[in-house]
């Protein structure tokens, strides 16, 4: 398996999806129409433009789809940069998966699940989201909290609209930070949000957003009665190498990208205090 995440894989771009102003959707494959490896929810694959850089990304398709594998990118750096002017056609190098994924097949199976996101914190969720849908007779019921700056900043808003929402047994709960014309679903933030749907503590729950929304979501959750071990996150904003090798993820005894990305909350509490 190491020989093979080592070993970079030609990729063809077949489609690139406008979702936010600053977020483009890309799909992936080999030269002859495959998916380049298979995967599991929360796993991450290593992208590279030869003479540009390389950077790692989550994979954001669900495992279930055969055919391809996407990724959400946000441009906010070099390769980002490059990869948004990338048209259909275009050829990278992919390799990968990396990471310990969600425990998708244990851990989940049988439970209710809250799904908390915000701004392009989505992405990492929506393998995860994709597949408890696609195994929807493994699972209670699914409540999805996503949140973001505007409307149009809502990652895979029709997605959810078209799909998710009308899903038996899932609720999706949107919001954005401020009011804004032609929006009246609510308004305010993601951690304050979750305080006024009050979960039943009867959920195992999935973090995913900017620091400052876990730490309040998560203070949030344990305010109603949520115990850390029934909340996970993934940190795979931190991954560099995927392989324990550079140590730029290393973080006290841990290294993310082997013993993580995905982390139960109670585990963090394992890591040194200033992280």
């Not at 990118?73 to 002017?85: F, M, N, R, S």
């Not at 401020?178 to 009867?202: A, R």
């Not at 996970?232 to 730029?248: A, D, P, Q, S, W």
Request: aromatic share 10%; net charge negative.
């Amino acid at each position: 398996m190491m020989n093979d995440t080592l070993i970079p894989q030609i990729g063809v771009i077949t489609d690139v999806r406008i979702d936010t102003p600053d977020i483009k959707t890309f799909r992936v494959v080999t030269p002859d129409g495959k998916k380049a490896f298979d995967h599991r929810p929360g796993q991450c694959a290593m992208l590279s433009v030869p003479g540009v850089g390389e950077a790692m990304f989550s994979i954001t398709s669900s495992p279930t789809n055969e055919d391809y594998m996407e990724f959400s990118i946000k441009k906010c750096g070099c390769v980002t940069d490059w990869l948004h002017q990338a048209e259909p056609g275009q050829q990278i190098t992919i390799r990968g998966p990396y990471g310990r994924p969600f425990p998708v097949d244990d851990e989940f199976a049988g439970k209710n699940m809250l799904f908390i996101a915000g701004g392009v914190g989505l992405a990492p969720l929506r393998s995860v989201i994709n597949y408890c849908r696609h195994y929807r007779d493994r699972y209670g019921d699914i409540d999805i909290v996503y949140g973001s700056r505007s409307k149009e900043d809502l990652l895979d808003y029709q997605e959810i609209i078209d799909e998710w929402a009308n899903d038996a047994g899932v609720k999706v709960h949107l919001t954005i930070d401020n009011p804004q014309e032609g929006w009246d679903g609510h308004v305010g933030f993601v951690p304050n949000f979750v305080k006024e749907l009050g979960f039943s503590t009867d959920k195992t729950a999935v973090l995913c957003g900017p620091p400052i929304m876990i730490k309040f979501t998560l203070e949030g959750l344990i305010a109603l009665g949520f115990d850390k071990t029934q909340v996970y996150t993934t940190l795979e904003l931190r991954m560099k190498c995927g392989v324990g090798k550079c140590g730029r993820c290393n973080v006290g005894a841990k290294y993310v990208c082997k013993d993580g990305p995905v982390f139960r909350c109670d585990e963090l509490d394992e890591l040194p205090d200033e992280y």
